[in-house]
């Protein structure tokens, strides 16, 4: 069983950039499958962006296409997820996920998450 560990939110000002990080522990982040998930304040978490096990593919949220930037170091046994030009609409408590099986972008295909980072964009 793998333990993910998020860090990198703040306040950003609109067009700001962050870079999230997921650390795993516990099992190597090479045996998963792994996407980065949002939830904003009354609404229904979401998928932003999901990689495969091996870096070779990759899928975006419309919304977030030309933004943001999944990347993995397995090495590391590390997640990442580059956002630049953040807009208000992206603030939300960000989410990593692993899946051990499939890559998909339904939430209920992951089997392990962390516990969440805040992002705040506002001026």
């Known amino acids: 069983q793998v333990t993910l560990l998020e860090s990198g939110g703040g306040l950003v000002q609109p067009g700001g950039s962050l870079r999230l990080s997921c650390g795993a522990s516990?099992?190597?982040?090479?045996?998963?499958?792994m996407a980065w998930f949002r939830q904003a304040p009354g609404k229904e978490r979401e998928f932003v962006s999901a990689?495969?096990?091996?870096?070779?593919?990759?899928y975006y949220e419309d919304s977030v296409k030309d933004r943001f930037t999944i990347t993995r170091d397995n090495a590391k046994d590390m997640l990442y997820l580059q956002m630049i030009n953040l807009k208000p609409e992206d603030t939300a408590v960000y989410y990593c996920?692993?899946?051990?099986?499939?890559?998909?972008?339904?939430?209920?295909?992951?089997?392990?998450w962390g516990q969440g980072t805040q992002v705040t964009v506002s001026s």
């Open positions: 996920a692993a899946a051990p099986a499939k890559l998909t972008r339904r939430a209920v295909d992951y089997d392990y």
């Open positions: 516990g099992r190597p982040l090479s045996d998963y499958n």
């Open positions: 990689i495969r096990w091996s870096g070779t593919d990759f």
